[in-house]
Nanobody, 123 residues
Framework: VQLQASGGGLVQAGGSLSLSCAAS???????VGWFRQAPGKEREFVGT????????YYADSVKGRVAISRDRAKNTVNLQLSNLKPEDTAVYYC??????????????????WGQGTLVTVSS
């Protein structure tokens, strides 16, 4: 499956942004996750959702400010970011794979990755 992330851009602190992850070739795997990587830092888990439905999980650092939604008609998974802070600046990646619940927060559990989309939050 090929993933295409889009929607990044420049936003002021306190603003909102919506990212989208589209799948082509095949449908998503069991979980569709969002990760981010800031310059000089390791890739960080943001949130993940099971494509077929069920609980969505978020990192504590973003809980209450992000929401993941599934659009099966468009074969996309969206990440809504709100109340953005400068520390949210990063390249955001979507990924999918047949992860098991105990590993869903780990990048290694995802086998297909999008190219990333840059989110820059100015203070």
């Amino acid at each position: 499956v090929q993933l295409q992330a889009s929607g990044g851009g420049l936003v002021q602190a306190g603003g909102s942004l919506s990212l989208s992850c589209a799948a082509s070739g095949r449908t998503f795997g069991r979980y569709v996750g969002w990760f981010r990587q800031a310059p000089g830092k390791e890739r960080e888990f943001v949130g993940t959702t099971p494509w077929s439905g069920g609980n969505t999980y978020y990192a504590d650092s973003v809980k209450g400010r992000v929401a993941i939604s599934r659009d099966r008609a468009k074969n996309t998974v969206n990440l809504q970011l709100s109340n953005l802070k400068p520390e949210d600046t990063a390249v955001y990646y979507c990924a999918t794979g047949n992860a098991i619940l105990s590993t869903i927060r780990e990048p290694r559990a995802y086998t297909s990755w999008g190219q990333g989309t840059l989110v820059t939050v100015s203070s």
